[in-house]
């Protein structure tokens, strides 16, 4: 079970950071990603952290912008944003996967477990 938090309204340049605390599971076994899906539009990728290594991987848009991370001991991983802008609003998703190659790290049907949505709103 995921559960995602800390989403709110912030102004733009400011800063937020979410959590999608894991249950059920160890966050260190699965590939987890973040995915958010902007008013009127499809959902798109964010981020994602891979349960081999940890390596990390970002939408170009939010590459520099944004880190992802994880705590194996509070079984939690989070999203940093930074520099926000009003394009970043949208409903942002944490989801959890297995073993994704990484053609597909971006592909949301890639992941196995969703959370609910955390509202993030940027204002000009």
């Known amino acids: 079970q995921l559960q995602a938090s800390g989403g709110g309204l912030v102004q733009a340049g400011g800063s937020l950071r979410l959590s999608c605390a894991v249950s059920?599971?160890?966050?260190?076994?699965?590939?987890m990603g973040w995915f958010r899906q902007p008013p009127g539009k499809e959902r798109e990728f964010v981020a994602t952290?891979?349960?081999?290594?940890?390596?990390?991987f970002y939408a170009e848009n939010v590459k520099g912008r944004f880190t992802i991370s994880r705590d194996s001991a509070e079984n939690t991983v989070y999203l940093q944003m930074s520099s926000l802008k009003p394009e970043d609003t949208a409903v942002y998703s944490c989801?959890?996967?297995?073993?994704?190659?990484?053609?597909?790290?971006?592909?949301?049907?890639?992941?196995?477990?969703w959370g609910q949505g955390t509202q993030v709103t940027v204002s000009s």
């Open positions: 989801a959890a996967g297995g073993s994704i190659i990484l053609s597909e790290i971006r592909n949301p049907n890639a992941y196995n477990y």
């Open positions: 059920g599971g160890t966050v260190r076994r699965y590939t």
């Open positions: 952290i891979r349960y081999s290594g940890g390596g990390t």
